[in-house]
């Protein structure tokens, strides 16, 4: 079922443009027939030939009129263009098959060739409305070299429904040229200057007026503008025109930013035979962890965040995201952290004809301590709990299981907030500057209300004393003792300048409860003061 495993080590800080770089730059000519054919005829519509039909065009209001906005090779063989008016082409093919565009659901077919793309590298990113960047740097040999590995993609995506054309070279504004403006290939560096200069000025990436105005003084292909003199040319068009055909020439850097996070870590394997069952990519998810086990031990580092691909037959990807309370190199451990996803995504994972490639990246990791156990057995109930907080989040989702946090303030509601459990365990990562909040020197009731209650009391003493009776919940109370008062000032920069300070009493009823009740504001000082009842003591 299995073949070999492709491991790989990332460094996402390292910028992904050098002078070695390779891009490979994937354009859709047709992606918005192409996407309504696939539905219409399946995703082997192409080579298999599309049934008897009309001419298929998308259209959209352009310029106060409903224009062409994409067409088939068809609608392109009886003289249709972009931009023509509905009305005129249906005059040349009265049967034309006109759909409404939908940039929408062309950009969620993009981005899942973007995901598909993943196979070949983890540095893809999306180029407009119909284009793909790859940085293959590195990673060609491993699919037999570069021209291997546009053939199989050429072939792939084809046999996906897809009409596509791709181009490699060292720069991304040359690949992106030649293959919109030219034929697919592999440029080589010393070919560069001489693939570019017979295209059109506008595979430079121009805008509009930059390229009609080029095309009027008679440069029409870069080779003229190769051979001009510079310093006329930036001071006609301004100095984005010399910046692009450097790039396009790679004597300029110009870095792609992958559209998702680059994995530290990561291992995959791809199968001779799809895999269905649940069983076999659990199976899968533990050997890809073995995999992934020596590169974290030489870093020593445990993965906190892990994220499993399953890349479908039909080119579909599901990406599957676990996180681990404890950094985690266990294989065991990291497949049962799959196996509760898989659980709680099930309805949405539609294996289909199956996966041909599964993946295991490492998004996060943090150092790894490792502890002798000692003989009362306490790392395992450490390790019980950690792997119990791990299960329920990965069933039920991170924030089902919440913990206490000490959090820098002395207003007693803000002095603690709510964070994931699996961010409260011991030794792990901490908000900062959280770990002393100074509230445990001073005693604070066991039960603290969320939102201050109002009371009524009755002959308090002033200025600074305690109530000697008040009404709360419509139960009057007898205050015997009191403790207090403990003075608390407003938060000017959350509360405002003109916030009153609140003054806490400890106070002990006749029934024998203790309650925390505080005055806000003072006497004689503005509006009368308030009593609010925060919280109750055991």
Known sequence: ????????????????????????????????????????????????????????????????????????????????????????????CPALDVVEEDPAADRRLLEAMADWCDRYTPLVALDGKNGIFLDITGCAHLFGGERALLKDILFRLFHLGLEVRGAISSSPGLSWAVARFGSSGVIEPDEMEEILAPLPVASLRLGEETVAGLQKLGLKQVGDILSAARAPLARRFGPQLLLRLDQALGLDEEPISPRRPVASLSAERVLSEPAQAEEDIMLLAGQLGEALKPGLEARGVGGRVFELLLFRVDGRVFRIAAGASKPLREPKRIAALFSERIKAVHDDLDAGFGYEIVRLNVLRYENFDAAQGDFAGTNQSDQSLATFVDQVAARLGRECLQAFELHESHVPERASIFIPAANALPGQYRFPGTPHAGFARVERPLRLFRMPEFVETFAAEVPDGPPLRFRWRRMMHEVLRAEGPERLAAEWWIDGEAAPPRDYFRLEVQTGHRFWMFREGLYGQGAAPRWLMHGVFA
């Open 1 to 92: 079922m299995t073949a070999g495993f492709h491991l790989s080590s990332t460094n996402s800080a390292l910028p992904l443009s050098n002078g070695n770089q390779r891009i490979l730059a994937l354009t859709f000519p047709r992606l918005p027939t192409d996407r309504i054919a696939r539905k219409r005829w399946g995703l082997s519509w192409r080579s298999t030939g599309r049934p008897e039909a009309a001419p298929l065009v998308c259209a959209g209001r352009l310029k106060n009129a409903m224009r062409l906005t994409a067409l088939e090779e068809i609608a392109e063989e009886i003289g249709l263009k972009l931009d023509q008016g509905v009305a005129e082409a249906r005059a040349i």
